[in-house]
């Protein structure tokens, strides 16, 4: 079988673009409307790719604006507007402002290269922000109901702002953001009810979180990470001036710093065991909680949450290995303009997006998986290294998707808006001769069938190619209407802060006593984790 021609594969993608539109309203007229939430696309979002529109002009009067790859330069989001791009830094921005007194907004899948600014003078918000890579400043402004989500190698500085339930959900940092004199995460100001699920703090110079102000204020789950043993003299906590402060979940280790600094009013401790060059805050007299604290504010759903239909695959076309072409040899964002059914499983072998547009991919053997990681071509050592899924249903056959790769760490990636329908043993495996998954973010997702997410690793020695293991991946607002189990996590090496937030469990979500600080946040179902340290609120 030939690889296609530069030529062929341009010729392919200006097809599929051309019949993309044509082809998904075709779709959408005969399901129905979509539920709110239901595509990672809005349906009614007008596609601005490439870049070179007047973007400004096309969100002010639309509304909804769905961008491609590349760069769009600057905007200001207002009221109403949604704007989504191509995640993993494929859709670039410049400076984006959030414009003063702005409500019901949400911008997603995009990096702000420099910076975000959220304007002072009127009370902002609700609105979201998801899966950006961005540093976001405020400064004396008033945010209300408004989620942070999924903010990757970012840095956040909310100074003398006044905030109410303003929750961030799994911001991250590496080596302490874009300004390494700062914290990964600065909140001054009056504040009441704010929280933050899974703070991932790697390397962070000038401690990870700073509070002030602050009234009932939650952390459930931080993990402070130090590889590099740099000299850090700041604490990796500090609380000033504040209320009530539950601090759920707060472990791993920093080198020669400082643990918590704080002089609320109470700080509640509760299955935390952070550990620094000079404290355990388990052996210095702090005052711990066996259960959660009576009467704390409770994690309330804004939206309701979204079960993807299941699909009609009865038109499913059997590919002729053209797909696996595009896979290995096209474009970088693959764009499914119909349903495709396969034999053999369809293998991912360099970092691609797979936009779906609300196809499916069916695998007509059950024994097989639908997707397979497969980058064996391409280590030569270990590779760190993503792919992303969007609007996309993975239907039938052994599984969804397959990594059984020693030495691959399927890191930074997004899979949001994906059916895993009738998987005979799993939507997702990591099995046992995988090395990893890291920092992945599973968003709007569905999992229909006996098994939803199976982690299968057996213990090895050392720093081993297949350790199976999984570390920072959140899960957020997902459906498991599993038959068997939601979950089934039988890991060697530890799993480290897993969270799932917002997330509906049909069977059990099985997690075993390896795992450190899994998170369970406005969660509903059977949770049976085995860890000690698990944290569950709602």
């Not at 896979?327 to 034999?343: A, F, H, K, M, T």
Request: aromatic share 8%; with cysteine; glycine share 10%.
């Amino acid at each position: 079988m030939t690889t296609p021609t530069h030529g062929r594969r341009e010729f392919c993608r200006i097809a599929l673009g051309a019949a993309l539109a044509a082809a998904a309203h075709s779709r959408a007229a005969a399901a129905g409307p979509a539920a709110p939430g239901a595509r990672y696309f809005p349906p009614d979002a007008v596609r601005v790719d490439p870049p070179g529109v007047d973007l400004q002009r096309m969100l002010d009067q639309n509304k909804s604006v769905r961008l491609g790859a590349g760069n769009y330069g600057n905007v200001i989001i207002r009221s109403g507007h949604t704007l989504v791009g191509l995640p993993g830094g494929h859709t670039k921005l410049a400076r984006v402002t959030l414009q003063k007194g702005a409500r019901d907004f949400e911008i997603r899948g995009v990096q702000v290269t420099e910076g975000l600014r959220i304007e002072a003078g009127q009370p902002t918000g609700p609105g979201v922000f998801r899966d950006l890579r961005a540093m976001v400043h405020a400064s004396g402004a008033e945010l209300n109901d408004i989620d942070l989500v999924s903010l990757f190698e970012s840095q956040q500085d909310f100074r003398n702002t006044k905030t109410r339930n303003v929750r961030w959900v799994r911001p991250q940092t590496h080596d302490g953001g874009w300004n390494n004199d700062l914290p990964a995460l600065i909140l001054t100001g009056q504040g009441e009810g704010n929280a933050i699920a899974a703070l991932n703090a790697l390397e962070p110079r000038n401690g990870a979180l700073w509070i002030e102000g602050q009234k009932n204020f939650s952390v459930f789950g931080l993990d402070e990470e130090s590889y590099k043993k740099r000299k850090v003299e700041a604490p990796v906590i500090k609380i000033r001036k504040s209320g009530d402060v539950l601090l759920a979940g707060v472990g791993g280790f920093a080198h020669e710093a400082q643990g918590i600094d704080s002089d609320a009013a109470r700080t509640y401790y509760w299955r935390s065991g952070l550990q620094t060059g000079r404290e355990n805050i388990f052996d210095n007299g702090r005052p711990f909680l066996r259960e959660k604290p009576p009467d704390w504010p409770r994690w309330q759903r804004r939206r309701p949450l979204v079960r993807l239909p299941r699909v009609d695959i009865s038109q499913a076309r059997e590919d002729d290995g053209a797909l696996q072409r595009m896979l290995d040899d096209g474009p970088r964002v693959i764009q499914l303009d119909r349903d495709v059914s396969l034999r053999t499983p369809l293998r991912v072998r360099r970092p691609v997006i797979i936009v779906g547009n609300g196809h499916a991919i069916v695998q007509l053997d059950p024994s097989r998986p639908v997707l397979q990681v497969d980058f064996s071509a391409a280590i030569a050592e270990r590779l760190t290294i993503p792919f992303d899924m969007l609007d996309l249903a993975l239907v039938g056959g052994r599984v969804g998707v397959y990594h059984n790769q020693p030495d691959l760490q399927l890191s930074g990636f997004t899979w949001a808006n994906v059916l895993f329908q009738d998987q005979r043993e799993a939507g997702i495996l990591l099995d046992k001769q995988a090395y990893a998954f890291d920092q992945g973010l599973i968003d709007h997702c569905t999992f229909d069938g006996p098994a939803g997410w199976v982690q299968d690793a057996i213990r090895r020695e050392g720093d081993h190619k297949s350790l199976a293991y999984m570390d920072k991946v959140l899960t957020y607002r997902c459906v498991f209407d599993n038959t068997r189990a939601s979950l089934d996590f039988q890991m060697a090496r530890a799993d480290n802060l897993l969270s799932f937030v917002e997330c509906d469990f049909k069977a059990p979500a099985r997690i075993e006593s390896g795992a450190n600080y899994p998170v369970f946040v406005g969660c509903t179902g059977p949770i049976a984790s085995r860890s000690s340290t698990t944290v569950q609120f709602d």
